[in-house]
């Protein structure tokens, strides 16, 4: 998914290919012209595809889910709160450090594609995990039983969605 940012970026860049395109038909340059437009078209696309590749490699990421519970020895002495200091919250999810550096932000969504209807979909960042777990991401469950029964799903896709819809 590409944010707002990046979106007007690339609209900004496909609208100067159009004109290009247009002027090259409207004014009937001459070859050298067509040539010198063709060339800024082509460094263009190239910078373009460069943009949205790291786009892409910033906005998803494979994890080994694992779950927690409101248990004091998996979280800290206030286990209803998160390390943003936000209230848990069904579907709540906490990322490893690093992510967040890259600007997967708290109060925004991700999108875990996991099989299962259960599991699977979009979750809120809502809390970080120890600088330890580097390739993890952690789903809330409001009793340990559920989170020992959800137990831990390797490579699984998580995309970085920005706003949550």
Known sequence: MIDKENRNIILAL????????????????????????????NKINSELRAEINQIKKKRISTVTVTAYSPRERETDSTPYTTAFMQPVSNRTIALPWHLIQKGWLPNRCVYLKIDSAL??????????????????ADIFFWSTEHAVEFGRIENVDMIYLGECP
């Open 14 to 41: 496909l609208s100067l290919c159009i004109v290009l395109s247009a002027t090259v038909v409207i004014n009937k340059f001459s070859i050298d012209d067509i040539e010198k437009a063709l060339i800024t078209q």
């Open 119 to 136: 599991y699977g979909g979009l979750y809120k960042i809502n809390d970080k995990m120890a600088d330890r777990h580097m390739l993890n």
